[in-house]
């Protein structure tokens, strides 16, 4: 059966065998745990202890505790990325298995943030390299070596380019005469 | 298949039986902590301390035990080709059964540890793609040129890097499908073949 957060694929049989997970949590501490989640999907840092004492009433084990994180990740982000609306979100999920007041909880927590949520993962898209500044400078040569009187001014642009995924800036200096730099700005 | 010992090992494991039964113990549980997690000077020291031995001897021991364990290990030698490489150390029957039973029972876990040393390539971490449309370029105006950007990150032991490639749609379709070809080789009777062998 195909689902529009999945992609309109299968839903992941890992998924599947969490949903039962979720369900072992009471409905408003899952609320609080996908507002944990959320955090941590906008690039905020994740509070792991809270999540710990929020599943504690439940007595889930680590690995429970971790793969009950994974897929809320996975459930949130992959609805944001095919810009599924709430309410597909919740009949899916109902189909899924999940409890309605779950669902609910989980949709209203995913509504509000889904603009947001879209924004960080374009700002995450793959990106090469980004231009980060200009700086130019025009020097007017007199003379040189080889010819007495030269006067021809000349054009230096250093470009900063930002590597985007290591953070590190290279920059990138050229010289350039009056002619190529008035076909450059052609 | 035999294991030869060289006259320095032989050297180096004489001093076994100088140490007598539950040192041995401990000294093989040192030998196998060396392949763990590499050496631990303070330990042999420790040892040497409590079995009344001078640390050098202990530290000759301990490696001709490693030695000994690892070479049987890497060869998968049986119970009695261990016992007859050992034999001509010259000890006493008891030795020689605390010995095979050092090798029988940490046979397993220093083989996994050894499979950890063999050269690797670099390995698949992630992959970012992009799926783009050129409109237009400096050269040509009024263009539609799609082009999928893909970066793939490689990992090899800890480095890793990242690799950047540019293909259009079509392209892609083609690589996809060499790769599903190579895959459904493992489906043809040759390949079922060997694999059923090998089980």
């Given at each position: 059966?195909?689902?529009?957060?999945?992609?309109?694929?299968?839903?992941?049989?890992?998924?599947?065998?969490?949903?039962?997970?979720?369900?072992?949590?009471?409905?408003?501490?899952?609320?609080?745990?996908?507002?944990?989640?959320?955090?941590?999907?906008?690039?905020?840092?994740?509070?792991?202890?809270?999540?710990?004492?929020?599943?504690?009433?439940?007595?889930?084990?680590?690995?429970?505790?971790?793969?009950?994180?994974?897929?809320?990740?996975?459930?949130?982000?992959?609805?944001?990325?095919?810009?599924?609306?709430?309410?597909?979100?919740?009949?899916?999920?109902?189909?899924?298995?999940?409890?309605?007041?779950?669902?609910?909880?989980?949709?209203?927590?995913?509504?509000?943030?889904?603009?947001?949520?879209?924004?960080?993962?374009?700002?995450?898209?793959?990106?090469?390299?980004?231009?980060?500044?200009?700086c130019w400078r025009v020097d007017y040569t007199l003379s040189s070596s080889?010819?007495?009187?030269?006067?021809?001014?000349?054009?230096?642009?250093?470009?900063?380019?930002?590597?985007?995924?290591?953070?590190?800036?290279?920059?990138?200096?050229?010289?350039?005469?009056?002619?190529?730099?008035?076909?450059?700005?052609? | 298949?035999?294991?030869?010992?060289?006259?320095?090992?032989?050297?180096?494991?004489?001093?076994?039986?100088?140490?007598?039964?539950?040192?041995?113990?401990?000294?093989?549980?040192?030998?196998?902590?060396?392949?763990?997690?590499?050496?631990?000077?303070?330990?042999?020291?420790?040892?040497?301390?409590?079995?009344?031995?001078?640390?050098?001897?202990?530290?000759?021991?301990?490696?001709?035990?490693?030695?000994?364990?690892?070479?049987?290990?890497?060869?998968?030698?049986?119970?009695?080709?261990?016992?007859?490489?050992?034999?001509?150390?010259?000890?006493?029957?008891?030795?020689?059964?605390?010995?095979?039973?050092?090798?029988?029972?940490?046979?397993?876990?220093?083989?996994?540890?050894?499979?950890?040393?063999?050269?690797?390539?670099?390995?698949?971490?992630?992959?970012?793609?992009?799926?783009?449309?050129?409109?237009?370029?400096?050269?040509?105006?009024?263009?539609?040129?799609?082009?999928?950007?893909?970066?793939?990150?490689?990992?090899?032991?800890?480095?890793?890097?990242?690799?950047?490639?540019?293909?259009?749609?079509?392209?892609?379709?083609?690589?996809?499908?060499?790769?599903?070809?190579?895959?459904?080789?493992?489906?043809?009777?040759?390949?079922?073949?060997?694999?059923?062998?090998?089980?």
């Amino acid at each position: 059966q195909r689902f529009r957060f999945c992609g309109d694929l299968d839903c992941p049989d890992w998924v599947l065998a969490e949903i039962s997970t979720l369900a072992k949590i009471s409905s408003v501490k899952l609320k609080l745990i996908c507002a944990q989640v959320l955090r941590d999907l906008l690039g905020e840092a994740i509070e792991y202890e809270k999540i710990l004492k929020l599943t504690s009433d439940a007595k889930l084990e680590s690995g429970d505790v971790k793969a009950t994180i994974a897929v809320l990740g996975f459930i949130l982000s992959s609805a944001a990325k095919h810009n599924v609306d709430s309410e597909s979100l919740s009949s899916e999920l109902q189909q899924l298995g999940l409890p309605k007041e779950h669902t609910s909880g989980l949709c209203r927590s995913y509504e509000e943030k889904q603009s947001s949520l879209q924004d960080r993962l374009r700002a995450c898209s793959l990106r090469l390299s980004r231009l980060g500044s200009v700086c130019w400078r025009v020097d007017y040569t007199l003379s040189s070596s080889e010819l007495r009187e030269v006067n021809e001014p000349l054009v230096h642009l250093t470009f900063t380019v930002r590597d985007g995924e290591h953070g590190r800036t290279e920059t990138v200096p050229m010289a350039v005469s009056a002619n190529k730099f008035r076909v450059l700005l052609a | 298949m035999l294991l030869v010992l060289s006259e320095e090992q032989k050297a180096h494991l004489g001093c076994l039986p100088r140490t007598g039964g539950a040192a041995i113990g401990e000294l093989g549980r040192l030998a196998v902590e060396l392949l763990r997690r590499g050496a631990a000077p303070r330990a042999c020291e420790a040892a040497a301390r409590k079995l009344n031995i001078d640390v050098d001897t202990i530290k000759h021991g301990i490696e001709g035990l490693t030695y000994l364990l690892t070479e049987s290990s890497k060869l998968m030698i049986s119970e009695i080709d261990f016992q007859d490489s050992i034999h001509v150390l010259g000890f006493s029957g008891e030795l020689n059964k605390l010995l095979l039973q050092l090798y029988l029972d940490n046979r397993k876990e220093i083989r996994s540890i050894l499979s950890e040393l063999a050269p690797k390539l670099p390995s698949y971490h992630s992959l970012e793609w992009r799926l783009d449309v050129q409109l237009a370029s400096r050269s040509l105006r009024q263009q539609i040129k799609p082009a999928v950007t893909i970066k793939l990150h490689l990992s090899q032991d800890e480095d890793q890097t990242a690799q950047v490639l540019q293909t259009d749609p079509s392209t892609l379709l083609h690589l996809i499908q060499q790769l599903e070809q190579a895959l459904g080789e493992m489906k043809t009777n040759h390949c079922r073949r060997i694999v059923r062998n090998m089980k």
